[in-house]
């Protein structure tokens, strides 16, 4: 479900003072010399940036660890005869007659096994009382359908095991589990329905999406900054961190992560609401799981709601309607979003995770608005306040 929200309703946005939270300085001059690293970098063109420890986290190409819960396991057998026959039989019917049998059923050599415990209390405050918590837990735990079908396994036909794991947000993902059988068994029956460390390969996932559990925002220091700079090598833009001594601390694998960076800080520098989350995220209020970043947007504004500050302007002025098309064209260009999802606090239970969806509005868009329509450009500038000075500004909002 998707609902529209203003500033006001982001938790404590109220009380958040402004915040500290920043990604990439404007461009500085440089001395680093990367003909010293590149033999075919161009030594005038370099380009330097400061960045934040939450802006270099996002660059690293290194991998961390998360914490997801183990909830189960799926299990591989070895093909029994019959079922080596079978599928002989599969292969001749599918190459013969188009035929596939497999996708009529399950595959019978794997099973999934999930436990249907339910999800640990939270920690009692009176000692004796989570004492006696952990003993029930504990004269229940024999009697979980996990176990017991574990226990009836013939280890002999078992060719593999691997963990299910739920994360935060309630996706399901495989955990590759180190040993023998009987280790990796042992394991699952350890650590089911526990919190288990899980290895992520690095901060960016894929195309804009950004693991963002593996860096503490409540620690943020706005002090430690990092040099970042941008070489031009082979007629292609390389990116590198560099240490304190100027040496490189690692490659940034894919130039366009810069461009983030610089969406992300434009952004912030006019979007209340975002600052808000992200100040409640300092402040260990919510927890940050995914940051996720769109090209382009296609919010078609003539088939859906404005957003609220261009329904005051059309409330307040008598406009035509050729110059309301004027308006909504210009509104259905140049759309960018930034989407983060995080945990909010819960008393009882496990939170359900929210999405806090931002449509950014290139002010470029509103060139048309500003030549056609300067009366109403000019009061559109003093609500925003900010279109004469910066790139973007906050045109709408929505919460899944």
Not at 18 to 32: A, V
Not at 56 to 70: D, G
Not at 201 to 222: C, I, T, Y
Not at 387 to 399: A, G, I, P, R
Request: glycine letters at 4%.
């Amino acid at each position: 479900m998707l609902c529209c929200r203003g500033v006001e309703s982001v938790p404590g946005y109220e009380q958040a003072p402004p915040c500290k939270i920043w990604l990439i300085s404007n461009r500085l001059p440089s001395d680093f010399k990367p003909n010293l690293l590149f033999k075919d970098a161009d030594g005038d063109r370099v380009i330097e940036y400061r960045i934040s420890d939450l802006a270099k986290y996002l660059l690293n190409p290194k991998s961390f660890e998360v914490m997801n819960r183990l909830v189960g396991c799926k299990i591989c057998f070895k093909d029994s005869s019959f079922s080596k026959i079978e599928n002989k039989i599969n292969t001749f019917l599918k190459s013969v007659f188009k035929i596939d049998l497999a996708d009529r059923k399950a595959d019978p050599q794997t099973e999934t096994l999930i436990s249907d415990q339910p999800d640990p209390l939270p920690e009692m405050t009176e000692p004796a009382l989570q004492f006696h918590v952990e003993q029930i837990q504990a004269l229940l735990t024999p009697y979980d359908p996990i176990r017991a079908r574990i226990s009836e396994l013939d280890l002999t036909k078992v060719i593999a095991v691997a963990g299910v794991c739920d994360d935060p947000e309630g996706r399901r993902t495989l955990l590759d589990i180190k040993g023998s059988i009987a280790q990796k068994i042992d394991y699952v029956l350890t650590h089911i329905q526990k919190e288990i460390a899980v290895t992520v390969k690095k901060a960016h996932l894929d195309k804009g999406l950004f693991e963002m559990r593996g860096f503490d925002l409540k620690s943020f220091d706005p002090e430690n900054a990092s040099r970042l700079v941008i070489v031009t090598q082979n007629s292609r833009y390389e990116a590198y961190v560099l240490t304190p001594g100027g040496e490189v601390a690692f490659h940034v694998e894919d130039a366009v992560l810069v461009k983030y960076l610089h969406f992300f800080q434009a952004s912030l520098k006019t979007n209340a609401q975002l600052r808000a989350l992200l100040h409640q995220c300092m402040m260990g209020h919510i927890q940050p799981l995914k940051l996720f970043f769109t090209k382009e947007l296609a919010i078609n504004y003539f088939k859906t709601d404005l957003p609220k500050l261009y329904k005051e302007v059309f409330e307040t002025n008598l406009i035509p309607l050729d110059a309301k098309n004027t308006i909504v064209q210009a509104l259905n260009q140049k759309q960018r979003g930034i989407a983060l999802k995080y945990l909010p606090d819960a008393e009882q239970g496990r939170p359900r995770p929210i999405t806090s969806i931002f449509v950014m509005h290139d002010v470029e868009a509103l060139a048309a608005v500003k030549t056609a329509l300067p009366q109403v450009y000019t009061q559109l500038n003093k609500k925003i306040g900010v279109l004469e000075n910066e790139k973007y500004y906050l045109m709408d909002s929505m919460e899944v």
